[in-house]
T-cell receptor, first 112, second 118 residues
Framework: EAQVTQNPRYLITVTGKKLTVTCSQN?????MSWYRQDPGLGLRQIYY???????DKGDVPEGYKVSRKEKRNFPLILESPSPNQTSLYFC???????????FGAGTRLSVL | AQKITQTQPGMFVQEKEAVTLDCTYD???????LFWYKQPSSGEMIFLIY??????QNATEGRYSLNFQKARKSANLVISASQLGDSAMYFC???????????????FGAGTRLAVHP
């Protein structure tokens, strides 16, 4: 089954404790992206990657890092999480020439 | 300025009736794409329908259709014969073209929460 898999689905952590949210897709998509969803704001892009070793900032990249060492994986790293990073996070992927972005199930993060 | 505007924070519809969710957009690109996603209470984002700016026909996917009015910059989602399972948050999104630098992201509206009543 074609899918985007995020882990964990739920995470509660404390300020300053580094964490990684993993994202993997099995569709051989070139493009992958991370979004955060906050009430009243819809989804906003954090980072995206056009292919292996090619990443770029989205609209809200501060406090986040990403890497793309393999085509299927695109982890999101929070080096020193803060309470304002409490949010619902989505990973998405699409084919390089495609239009449709397919989303993972989401990761609900709470930073205390 | 907001690029995607969804003016209806919440909507109610009776089961089996049709409902229209509004979306207006703002772009100076000639080439762009418009999307609708559904987010049920479980939280996942489900792709519903896509309309390209050069598509002459309105997109349809089963009970979903996109009423695309280019001159008015609107891309309303029409759900026919509503079902209880349609109760969810609905997001309109846009992907701009290369010229505006927005090719590599989706811009989302704030969403409309739809409740279907039996």
């Amino acid at each position: 089954e074609a899918q985007v898999t995020q882990n964990p689905r739920y995470l509660i952590t404390v300020t300053g404790k580094k964490l990684t949210v993993t994202c993997s897709q099995n569709m051989n998509h070139e493009y992958m992206s991370w979004y955060r969803q906050d009430p009243g704001l819809g989804l906003r892009q954090i980072y995206y990657s056009m292919n292996v070793e090619v990443t770029d900032k989205g609209d809200v990249p501060e406090g986040y890092k990403v890497s793309r060492k393999e085509k299927r994986n695109f982890p999101l790293i929070l080096e020193s999480p803060s309470p304002n990073q409490t949010s619902l996070y989505f990973c998405a992927s699409r084919a390089g020439t495609g239009n449709i972005q397919y989303f993972g199930a989401g990761t609900r993060l709470s930073v205390l | 300025a907001q690029k995607i505007t969804q003016t209806q924070p919440g909507m109610f519809v009776q089961e089996k009736e049709a409902v229209t969710l509004d979306c207006t957009y703002d772009t100076s690109d000639q080439s762009y794409g418009l999307f609708w996603y559904k987010q049920p209470s479980s939280g996942e984002m489900i792709f519903l329908i896509y309309q390209g700016s050069y598509d002459e026909q309105n997109a349809t996917e089963g009970r979903y259709s996109l009423n695309f009015q280019k001159a008015r910059k609107s891309a309303n989602l029409v759900i026919s014969a509503s079902q209880l399972g349609d109760s969810a948050m609905y997001f309109c999104a846009m992907r701009e073209g290369y010229r505006s630098g927005g090719y590599n992201k989706l811009i989302f509206g704030a969403g409309t929460r739809l409740a279907v009543h039996p």
